[in-house]
């Protein structure tokens, strides 16, 4: 599987104010107008890739590589939230996704969202 890659699939970023407490990696939520924050037990939005200041680029859609906790998620389609640490965990209130790889040695998944 070395050979495939879905990066750059149906990519979408933005650029939102950023709460303190989110870091590049996490996977964040709307907080309040055009501004996020570090997703814990919710709906994520997306996955920060940098900040600057007070600004966060977010990856709204398309193939990222998340960290995750708890159960393996399986490949296909999963609901997934966040945990206190902005990981993602099944759960049937979160976001449908589409799981396309799990590392269960990492604890990464890859997904289409």
Do not use: W
Not at 4 to 19: A, H, K, V
Not at 49 to 65: K, M, N
Not at 70 to 89: C, H, I, Q, R, W
């Amino acid at each position: 599987m070395k050979n495939i890659s879905l990066q750059g699939y149906n990519s979408r970023y933005i650029t939102m104010l950023c709460e303190k407490g989110a870091a590049v990696g996490d996977l964040v939520a709307m907080s309040k107008n055009n501004t996020v924050k570090k997703a814990v037990g919710e709906k994520f939005i997306g996955v920060v890739h940098s900040i600057r200041g007070e600004y966060a680029l977010v990856q709204t859609g398309g193939f990222a590589v998340v960290h995750y906790s708890g159960e393996d998620p399986k490949v296909g389609f999963e609901t997934l939230l966040t945990d206190s640490n902005a990981d993602a965990v099944k759960g049937t209130e979160g976001r449908e996704v589409l799981v396309t790889e799990v590392d269960s040695t990492a604890k990464n998944i890859g997904i289409l969202f």
